[in-house]
């Protein structure tokens, strides 16, 4: 082969370019401590250290988060420590006051210390933590407890917590409220009556999410065999009932109808082109079963099962109660008497049309309820804020309180250290021995509802520091990870470097001393 | 007779040997001129003088210069020329792109977006606190400003691109103007058939390679010694005319495009290979590419974002609140083919079947009244909706208005004592108008945080209620994190994003590893061209020696000769 001079200088060239590369990469690598560091040098190793990166960001997060949840409830806990002292001394008081050689005027004496006790727990109970009650619930801006003219003890919050995530798929309670812990919602009528509504087919009416006890049904569509053909429905974008039987109204041409079944809020599915209908599922859906519409019939109507809507805030009033058949006496009202306040309610009067209606209207009221849906959207529940005063519900010329399940002639009255500290003042006032001994019991139950709550303050303590733990043992494990997907080795890499230094040392020298010569120099 | 025979011969030799160190003399002083190929001279025996005793030999002759090349190596030599411009602008491309994502660093959008989720962490922890819902803010405009930054140099980028495709149009009409200029030169040097234009080829050679740079070229030379350029079958040059391109200013992509076509016909480029497609393709195909994704991905954070905000109360109500986007034509189109004068990304910014409620505040009693209001996407206009919606709230409350330029607003009545939040949307009107939403904006240019939220930290939607200690709603905004609702409902935003640039590693590794290839092939012909071509100086010495010892010994023919003469005249 000729060899040119010029082939010779590009190929030192080259080879110079080469080795100048690896070492302006080596020296990257080296000065930032990471192998790599484009993400066109390992695509594969960066997508890597992208998502760690991602991961150890969150698990530092969620430690900060753990932290801040556990230094709530640790601060709670202490609070109630101070409570529980609180209440011994009211307990020594009574026993000592429960003795029969004490006078009416210590009795009277001691009913001032026990009122100081008293304002001293609702103090306590008042506790801020940056600027914020953190007995409250949610309505951590307003002192949550004040003594009212009447020396009843009124809540102001409510059943709120203060939830914070600590893993990516969950979120942890970190606080606990003022009905948690000093029962402060403890005077309470708990509807007991299943409210079970039967379908609305109006655009405000039931919603699918509300079917199957509110876990609602999976987006999807269905398959539907009758009278016309198969046709695949698409239901996923339908929100109420009433989008459904538009959906398959207009799918189907006007031949299939969909309407509420006879008694149980169900479906009927009806072909004006006389059957059979089938309704199957498309690709592995749950639809039509969770519609409970799932199935064949030989015949024009297709029956289909209970799908159990829950109560919610936007369920309309006139539809309580009649999945049962048993609709709700609206047309009269109910009364609600809390300490001296007293109001009747009666829905067609006061234009409520929904539950959500019924509840804001009961709350915005006098009588310092606190109304809300159950935890399985089965009925009402009525709280009363008040403790210390008793809260009667009663009829108002029919039969709606009963309907809803939440009729309380007797009243009810909370039992809890509020109540008890204002029954012991009252009976040491009064002078009354059989009260006194009576208050001593009162307070040891109360004394225990709240160890009661602390240990479960303890449980969560607990709960959120070994969540916390294991997200620090998860930011060491990523970190490990990292360090292992993109950490440099430095001896190796200074090794590299070095060698590439001898390499190129070696090619320039070689360089200097073969491309000077030529024949010219010998001639 | 013969004396002079011998003389003549000898003459011949000398010329001949001083021509042949001319050339030598010539290929030295071009060893290194890029493009050039070595020379030798063509010498052969002149015709002898035929006597009856024998043909006597005449000396030599310089029959011409030729030009030591392989043409088939040099087209060869142009192709993988063509292919190198390629990818180097490929790779430049995507590390260009790299450096302005600036991923695997401390200040990527990565970092920033787990910095404004860890903000919102904090924020769940102390939702009360003013200081940590100004550092909510503040993250978010961060976030924000690197989106738009990235943006922005991407826009900077692909007007650099259309900058370089101008000039290097410019280049590419030089060099065909220079190869018709160059071809008429030839043909007329070459006009007689005997004489080779050596130097001349080299330059077009050169010129060639360097156009094969710029675009890849088919040549077909010419009986005249022209040769045709052309590119996917358009000419270029044609004998000694050269066809101009010319770039016109269009919009493509939403952005001023050059768009390359000759000047001619106004026919289109279609050249694949070389700098100038291969800047158009980084410009249109792996720019646009990447734009459109970051668009796409910001589009559905967003969306997504405002979706769950736009339904949670702060803790402080609305009396009057203008959507962010404006409906082009409110009065007719339906809400589902609604017009907000962009085209939105991904499965954004659309209205679907559902319903819309409205919680209306008595500000005194803080009673609540609830109003769900349907969403009829095929049938309703937003006007249609703006009036079912006033339709169904109490008197005296809240209004609904759609303004002139389109904004869906809502209004509490003057002194009617009313605040109000949204507390359900299923259809997304509230987003898709902008309504009581977190982010502002559509894509990464227009990226923003809502100018009511920059106004008033407490309109953080940070509850389903209006109690401050409520955080259902800012809970419902962390979990969306990890909901699969970017990308068509396939990814998590971060999974979405990660997608980018992995896509964007993976394709800047491969043109790397091809540019790498691509060099050593370059080198490899070049080698090869030098091998044939190339001026070897040890090679050019010998032949040196050759010539010189040559002409030294045909000066000595003259001398004897001289000397056999001189005894002829002066000793006879």
Do not use: C
């Amino acid at each position: 082969m000729r060899v040119t001079n010029r082939m010779m200088i590009d190929t030192v060239l080259r080879d110079l370019f080469t080795n100048n590369n690896r070492t302006i990469r080596l020296q990257d690598q080296i000065a930032t401590g990471r192998i790599v560091n484009n993400p066109s040098e390992d695509p594969l190793i960066s997508d890597q250290v992208m998502g760690l990166d991602m991961n150890i960001a969150r698990a530092i997060q969620y430690v900060r988060n753990g932290q801040a949840g556990t230094s709530f409830l640790s601060l709670a806990d202490s609070t109630l420590g101070n409570v529980n002292d609180l209440a011994t001394s009211a307990r020594t008081l009574a026993v000592k006051m429960a003795n029969d050689t004490q006078t009416a005027a210590t009795r009277a004496q001691t009913s001032g210390e026990v009122d100081q006790i008293l304002a001293e727990v609702v103090d306590l109970a008042n506790l801020q933590f940056r600027d914020r009650y953190i007995f409250g619930g949610h309505e951590t801006m307003t002192r949550p407890f004040e003594i009212t003219a009447n020396g009843d003890v009124q809540y102001n919050g409510d059943m709120g917590h203060v939830r914070v995530q600590l893993t990516g798929n969950a979120t942890n309670q970190v606080s606990v409220n003022g009905a948690d812990v000093f029962g402060a919602f403890d005077a309470n009528v708990v509807g007991s009556v299943d409210l079970s509504p039967r379908f609305d087919f109006t655009d405000v009416g039931t919603r699918v999410a509300d079917l199957n006890n509110g876990t609602g049904v999976t987006p999807g569509t269905i398959r539907v065999t009758y009278s016309g053909g198969t046709v695949n429905i698409d239901l996923s974008h339908a929100e109420t009932i009433l989008d459904l039987r538009n959906t398959i109204l207009s799918a189907t041409g006007g031949v299939l109808s969909l309407a509420g079944g006879a008694a149980s809020p169900s479906f009927r599915l009806l072909d004006g082109g006389g059957g059979p209908l089938s309704v199957q599922e498309v690709g592995g859906g749950n639809t039509a079963r969770e519609l409970g519409l799932l199935g064949s019939v030989p015949g024009a109507i297709l029956l289909g099962t209970d799908t159990d809507p829950i109560v919610s805030r936007h369920t309309n009033l006139n539809v309580l109660r009649n999945g049962a058949g048993l609709p709700l006496d609206l047309a009269n009202g109910l009364t609600i008497t809390n300490g001296v306040s007293t109001q009747t309610f009666n829905p067609t009067a006061l234009g409520w049309n929904t539950v959500g209606d019924m509840l804001e209207g009961l709350n915005a009221s006098t009588v310092n309820v606190h109304a809300e849906i159950n935890a399985n959207g089965t009925g009402i529940n009525i709280y009363s804020r008040l403790n210390g005063a008793t809260m009667t519900i009663t009829e108002s010329g029919g039969q709606l309180a009963a309907d809803l399940g939440i009729l309380e002639v007797g009243g009810v009255r909370a039992d809890n250290l509020f109540t008890s500290l204002i029954d012991l003042s009252a009976d040491l006032q009064a002078n009354n021995q059989p009260g006194i001994t009576s208050a001593i019991g009162l307070i040891d139950n109360a004394t225990e509802e709240l160890l009661k709550a602390r240990a479960e303050i303890g449980a969560r303590v607990q709960r959120t520091e070994a969540i916390k733990f294991r997200q620090e043992d998860e930011e060491y494990n990523l970190t490990v990870l990292l360090a292992e997907a993109n950490d440099l080795d430095y001896s190796r890499a200074v090794m590299d470097f070095q060698n590439l230094r001898n390499v190129m040392e070696a090619a320039l020298s070689m360089a200097a001393q073969s491309l000077p010569r030529s024949l010219a120099d010998f001639l | 007779m013969a004396i002079s025979n011998a003389l003549t011969s000898a003459l011949s030799g000398l010329m001949a040997q001083s021509n042949g160190l001319d050339v030598v003399g010539h290929n030295v002083a071009n060893a290194n001129t890029p493009g050039y190929s070595r020379q030798r001279a063509d010498m052969t025996p002149a015709l002898p003088t035929v006597y009856p005793w024998g043909a006597v030999g005449r000396g030599v002759e310089t029959r011409g210069i030729e030009r030591i090349v392989d043409e088939f190596l040099h087209s060869q030599q142009r192709d993988s020329l063509s292919l190198l411009k390629t990818d180097e602008t490929m790779a430049s491309a995507y590390s260009r792109l790299e450096a302005i994502f600036n991923e695997l660093s401390e200040n990527d959008l990565s970092t920033l977006f787990n910095r404004f989720y860890n903000a919102l962490q904090d924020l769940s922890v102390n939702v009360e606190g003013e200081a940590t819902r100004s550092v909510v803010v503040q993250q978010a405009l961060a976030l924000r400003d690197t989106v738009n930054v990235t943006n922005a140099a991407m826009r900077d980028y692909y007007t650099q691109l259309n900058n370089d495709v101008d000039a290097q149009v410019v280049k590419v009409n030089e060099l065909i103007d220079e190869i018709a200029d160059l071809n008429r030169k030839i043909s007329t040097t070459e006009g007689g058939g005997q004489l080779t234009a050596n130097d001349l080829r080299d330059r077009r050679d050169q010129t060639l390679a360097e156009l094969a740079e710029l675009v890849d070229i088919t040549t077909i030379e010419q009986a005249s010694g022209s040769v045709n350029v052309t590119t996917r079958g358009m000419p270029l040059v044609m004998l000694t005319r050269a066809f101009h391109l010319t770039s016109q200013l269009s919009v493509a992509n939403g952005l001023p495009t050059l768009e390359v076509r000759f000047q001619e016909d106004n026919s289109p480029f279609m050249a694949t290979q070389g700098e100038l497609p291969a800047a158009i393709a980084a410009r249109d195909q792996v720019l646009t590419g990447f734009m459109d994704d970051l668009d796409t991905f910001v589009a559905e954070f967003i969306y997504e974002f405002n979706r769950v905000h736009s339904t949670g109360g702060a803790t402080t109500t609305h009396t009057s609140i203008m959507g962010e986007n404006a409906a082009v034509d409110p009065a007719t189109t339906t809400l589902d083919q609604i017009d907000l004068g962009f085209t939105p990304k991904g499965n954004t910014f659309q209205i679907q079947n559902g319903s819309v409620t409205i919680a209306i505040v008595a500000l005194g009693s803080g009673e609540i009244t609830e109003v769900n209001v349907p969403v009829d996407h095929d049938a309703q206009t937003l006007n249609a909706w703006a009036a079912s919606f006033n339709a169904r709230v109490p008197a005296n409350t809240v209004t609904a208005t759609v303004n002139g330029a389109g904004h869906l607003s809502f209004d509490v009545v003057p002194n009617s004592g009313n605040g109000f939040f949204f507390t359900h949307d299923s259809s997304g009107l509230l987003a898709t108008m902008g309504v009581n939403t977190f982010w502002a904006g559509y894509d990464s240019a227009t990226m923003d945080v809502n100018s009511h939220i920059l106004a008033d930290e407490r309109l953080i939607a940070t509850g389903k209620t209006l109690a401050p200690g409520d955080t259902d709603n800012l809970l419902d905004l962390l979990a969306l994190r990890d909901q699969q609702v970017a990308d068509g409902g396939t990814k998590t935003f971060e999974d979405s994003y990660r997608a980018i640039i992995g896509r964007m590693g993976t394709e800047g590794l491969r043109t790397n590893d091809r540019l790498s290839m691509r060099t050593d092939i370059v080198m490899r012909l070049e080698n090869q061209r030098q091998t044939v071509s190339g001026v070897s100086l040890d090679e050019e010495m010998t032949k040196m020696i050759q010539f010189q010892r040559a002409y030294q010994a045909a000066a000595r023919v003259i001398s004897v000769s001289d000397i056999m003469l001189d005894t002829l005249i002066n000793r006879t």
